[in-house]
């Protein structure tokens, strides 16, 4: 039992590994090119955070409620765009980075994530039921499930773990952080 937990737990923490933060250092000043792809990262995803150096940027007046792109960067200020559609600028000594949602890392993760689970709860029944058959009694009646008869059986227990996984993987998502700021991240 303590084999089947530690693989589980090694199994979950490789998909979560998997599916988790990735750092990019962004060249300072960021190029246009730069920019553009950071904001197009966000924009397919629809999701888009402005991480500050200091936790609570409001008390400077920082904060930038539902930023969706980056307009602008020069040395001294960095402008975002917000979801309806004003411009902010913060000090660029403020800004970190930003961060966006890759759901196509959360997606994999979670859906091998997934079939490892199916794979273990197969494989746990598979040695449930070799050791409660015993040894082979040539006597015993004949078995009625054939190979379609264990596929129907086995391809769903493999098959709903993935898909769910996989959902659960695109709802969290993976993320990727642009580290802006000259590398403060």
């Known amino acids: 039992m303590r084999a089947i937990a530690s693989l589980t737990t090694a199994v979950a923490a490789t998909g979560l590994l998997a599916g988790g933060c990735f750092h990019e250092q962004v060249v300072w000043p960021p190029t246009p090119a730069d920019i553009e792809r950071i904001n197009n990262a966000g924009d397919s995803n629809n999701w888009f955070r402005v991480d500050y150096v200091e936790p609570l940027a409001t008390a400077q007046g920082a904060r930038i409620g539902y930023p969706v792109a980056i307009e602008s960067v020069d040395d001294q200020r960095i402008a975002f765009r917000n979801k309806y559609g004003q411009i902010h600028t913060v000090p660029t000594e403020m800004v970190k980075g930003v961060t966006v949602k890759e759901r196509a890392g959360g997606v994999a993760a ?76």
Do not use: N
Not at 117 to 136: E, I, Q, R, T
Not at 148 to 155: D, G, L, N, S
Not at 164 to 177: F, K, N, S, W
């Open 110 to 185: 979670g859906a091998g994530l997934g079939l490892g689970v199916g794979a273990l709860f197969v494989g746990g029944l598979y040695a449930l039921a070799w050791v409660l058959s015993g040894p082979d009694d040539p006597s015993a009646p004949k078995s009625t499930c054939d190979d379609a008869c264990v596929a129907r059986t086995v391809v769903p227990m493999l098959t709903i773990p993935t898909v769910a996984g996989a959902i659960i993987g695109y709802i969290v998502g993976g993320r990727r952080t642009f580290v802006l700021g000259r590398g403060l991240m």
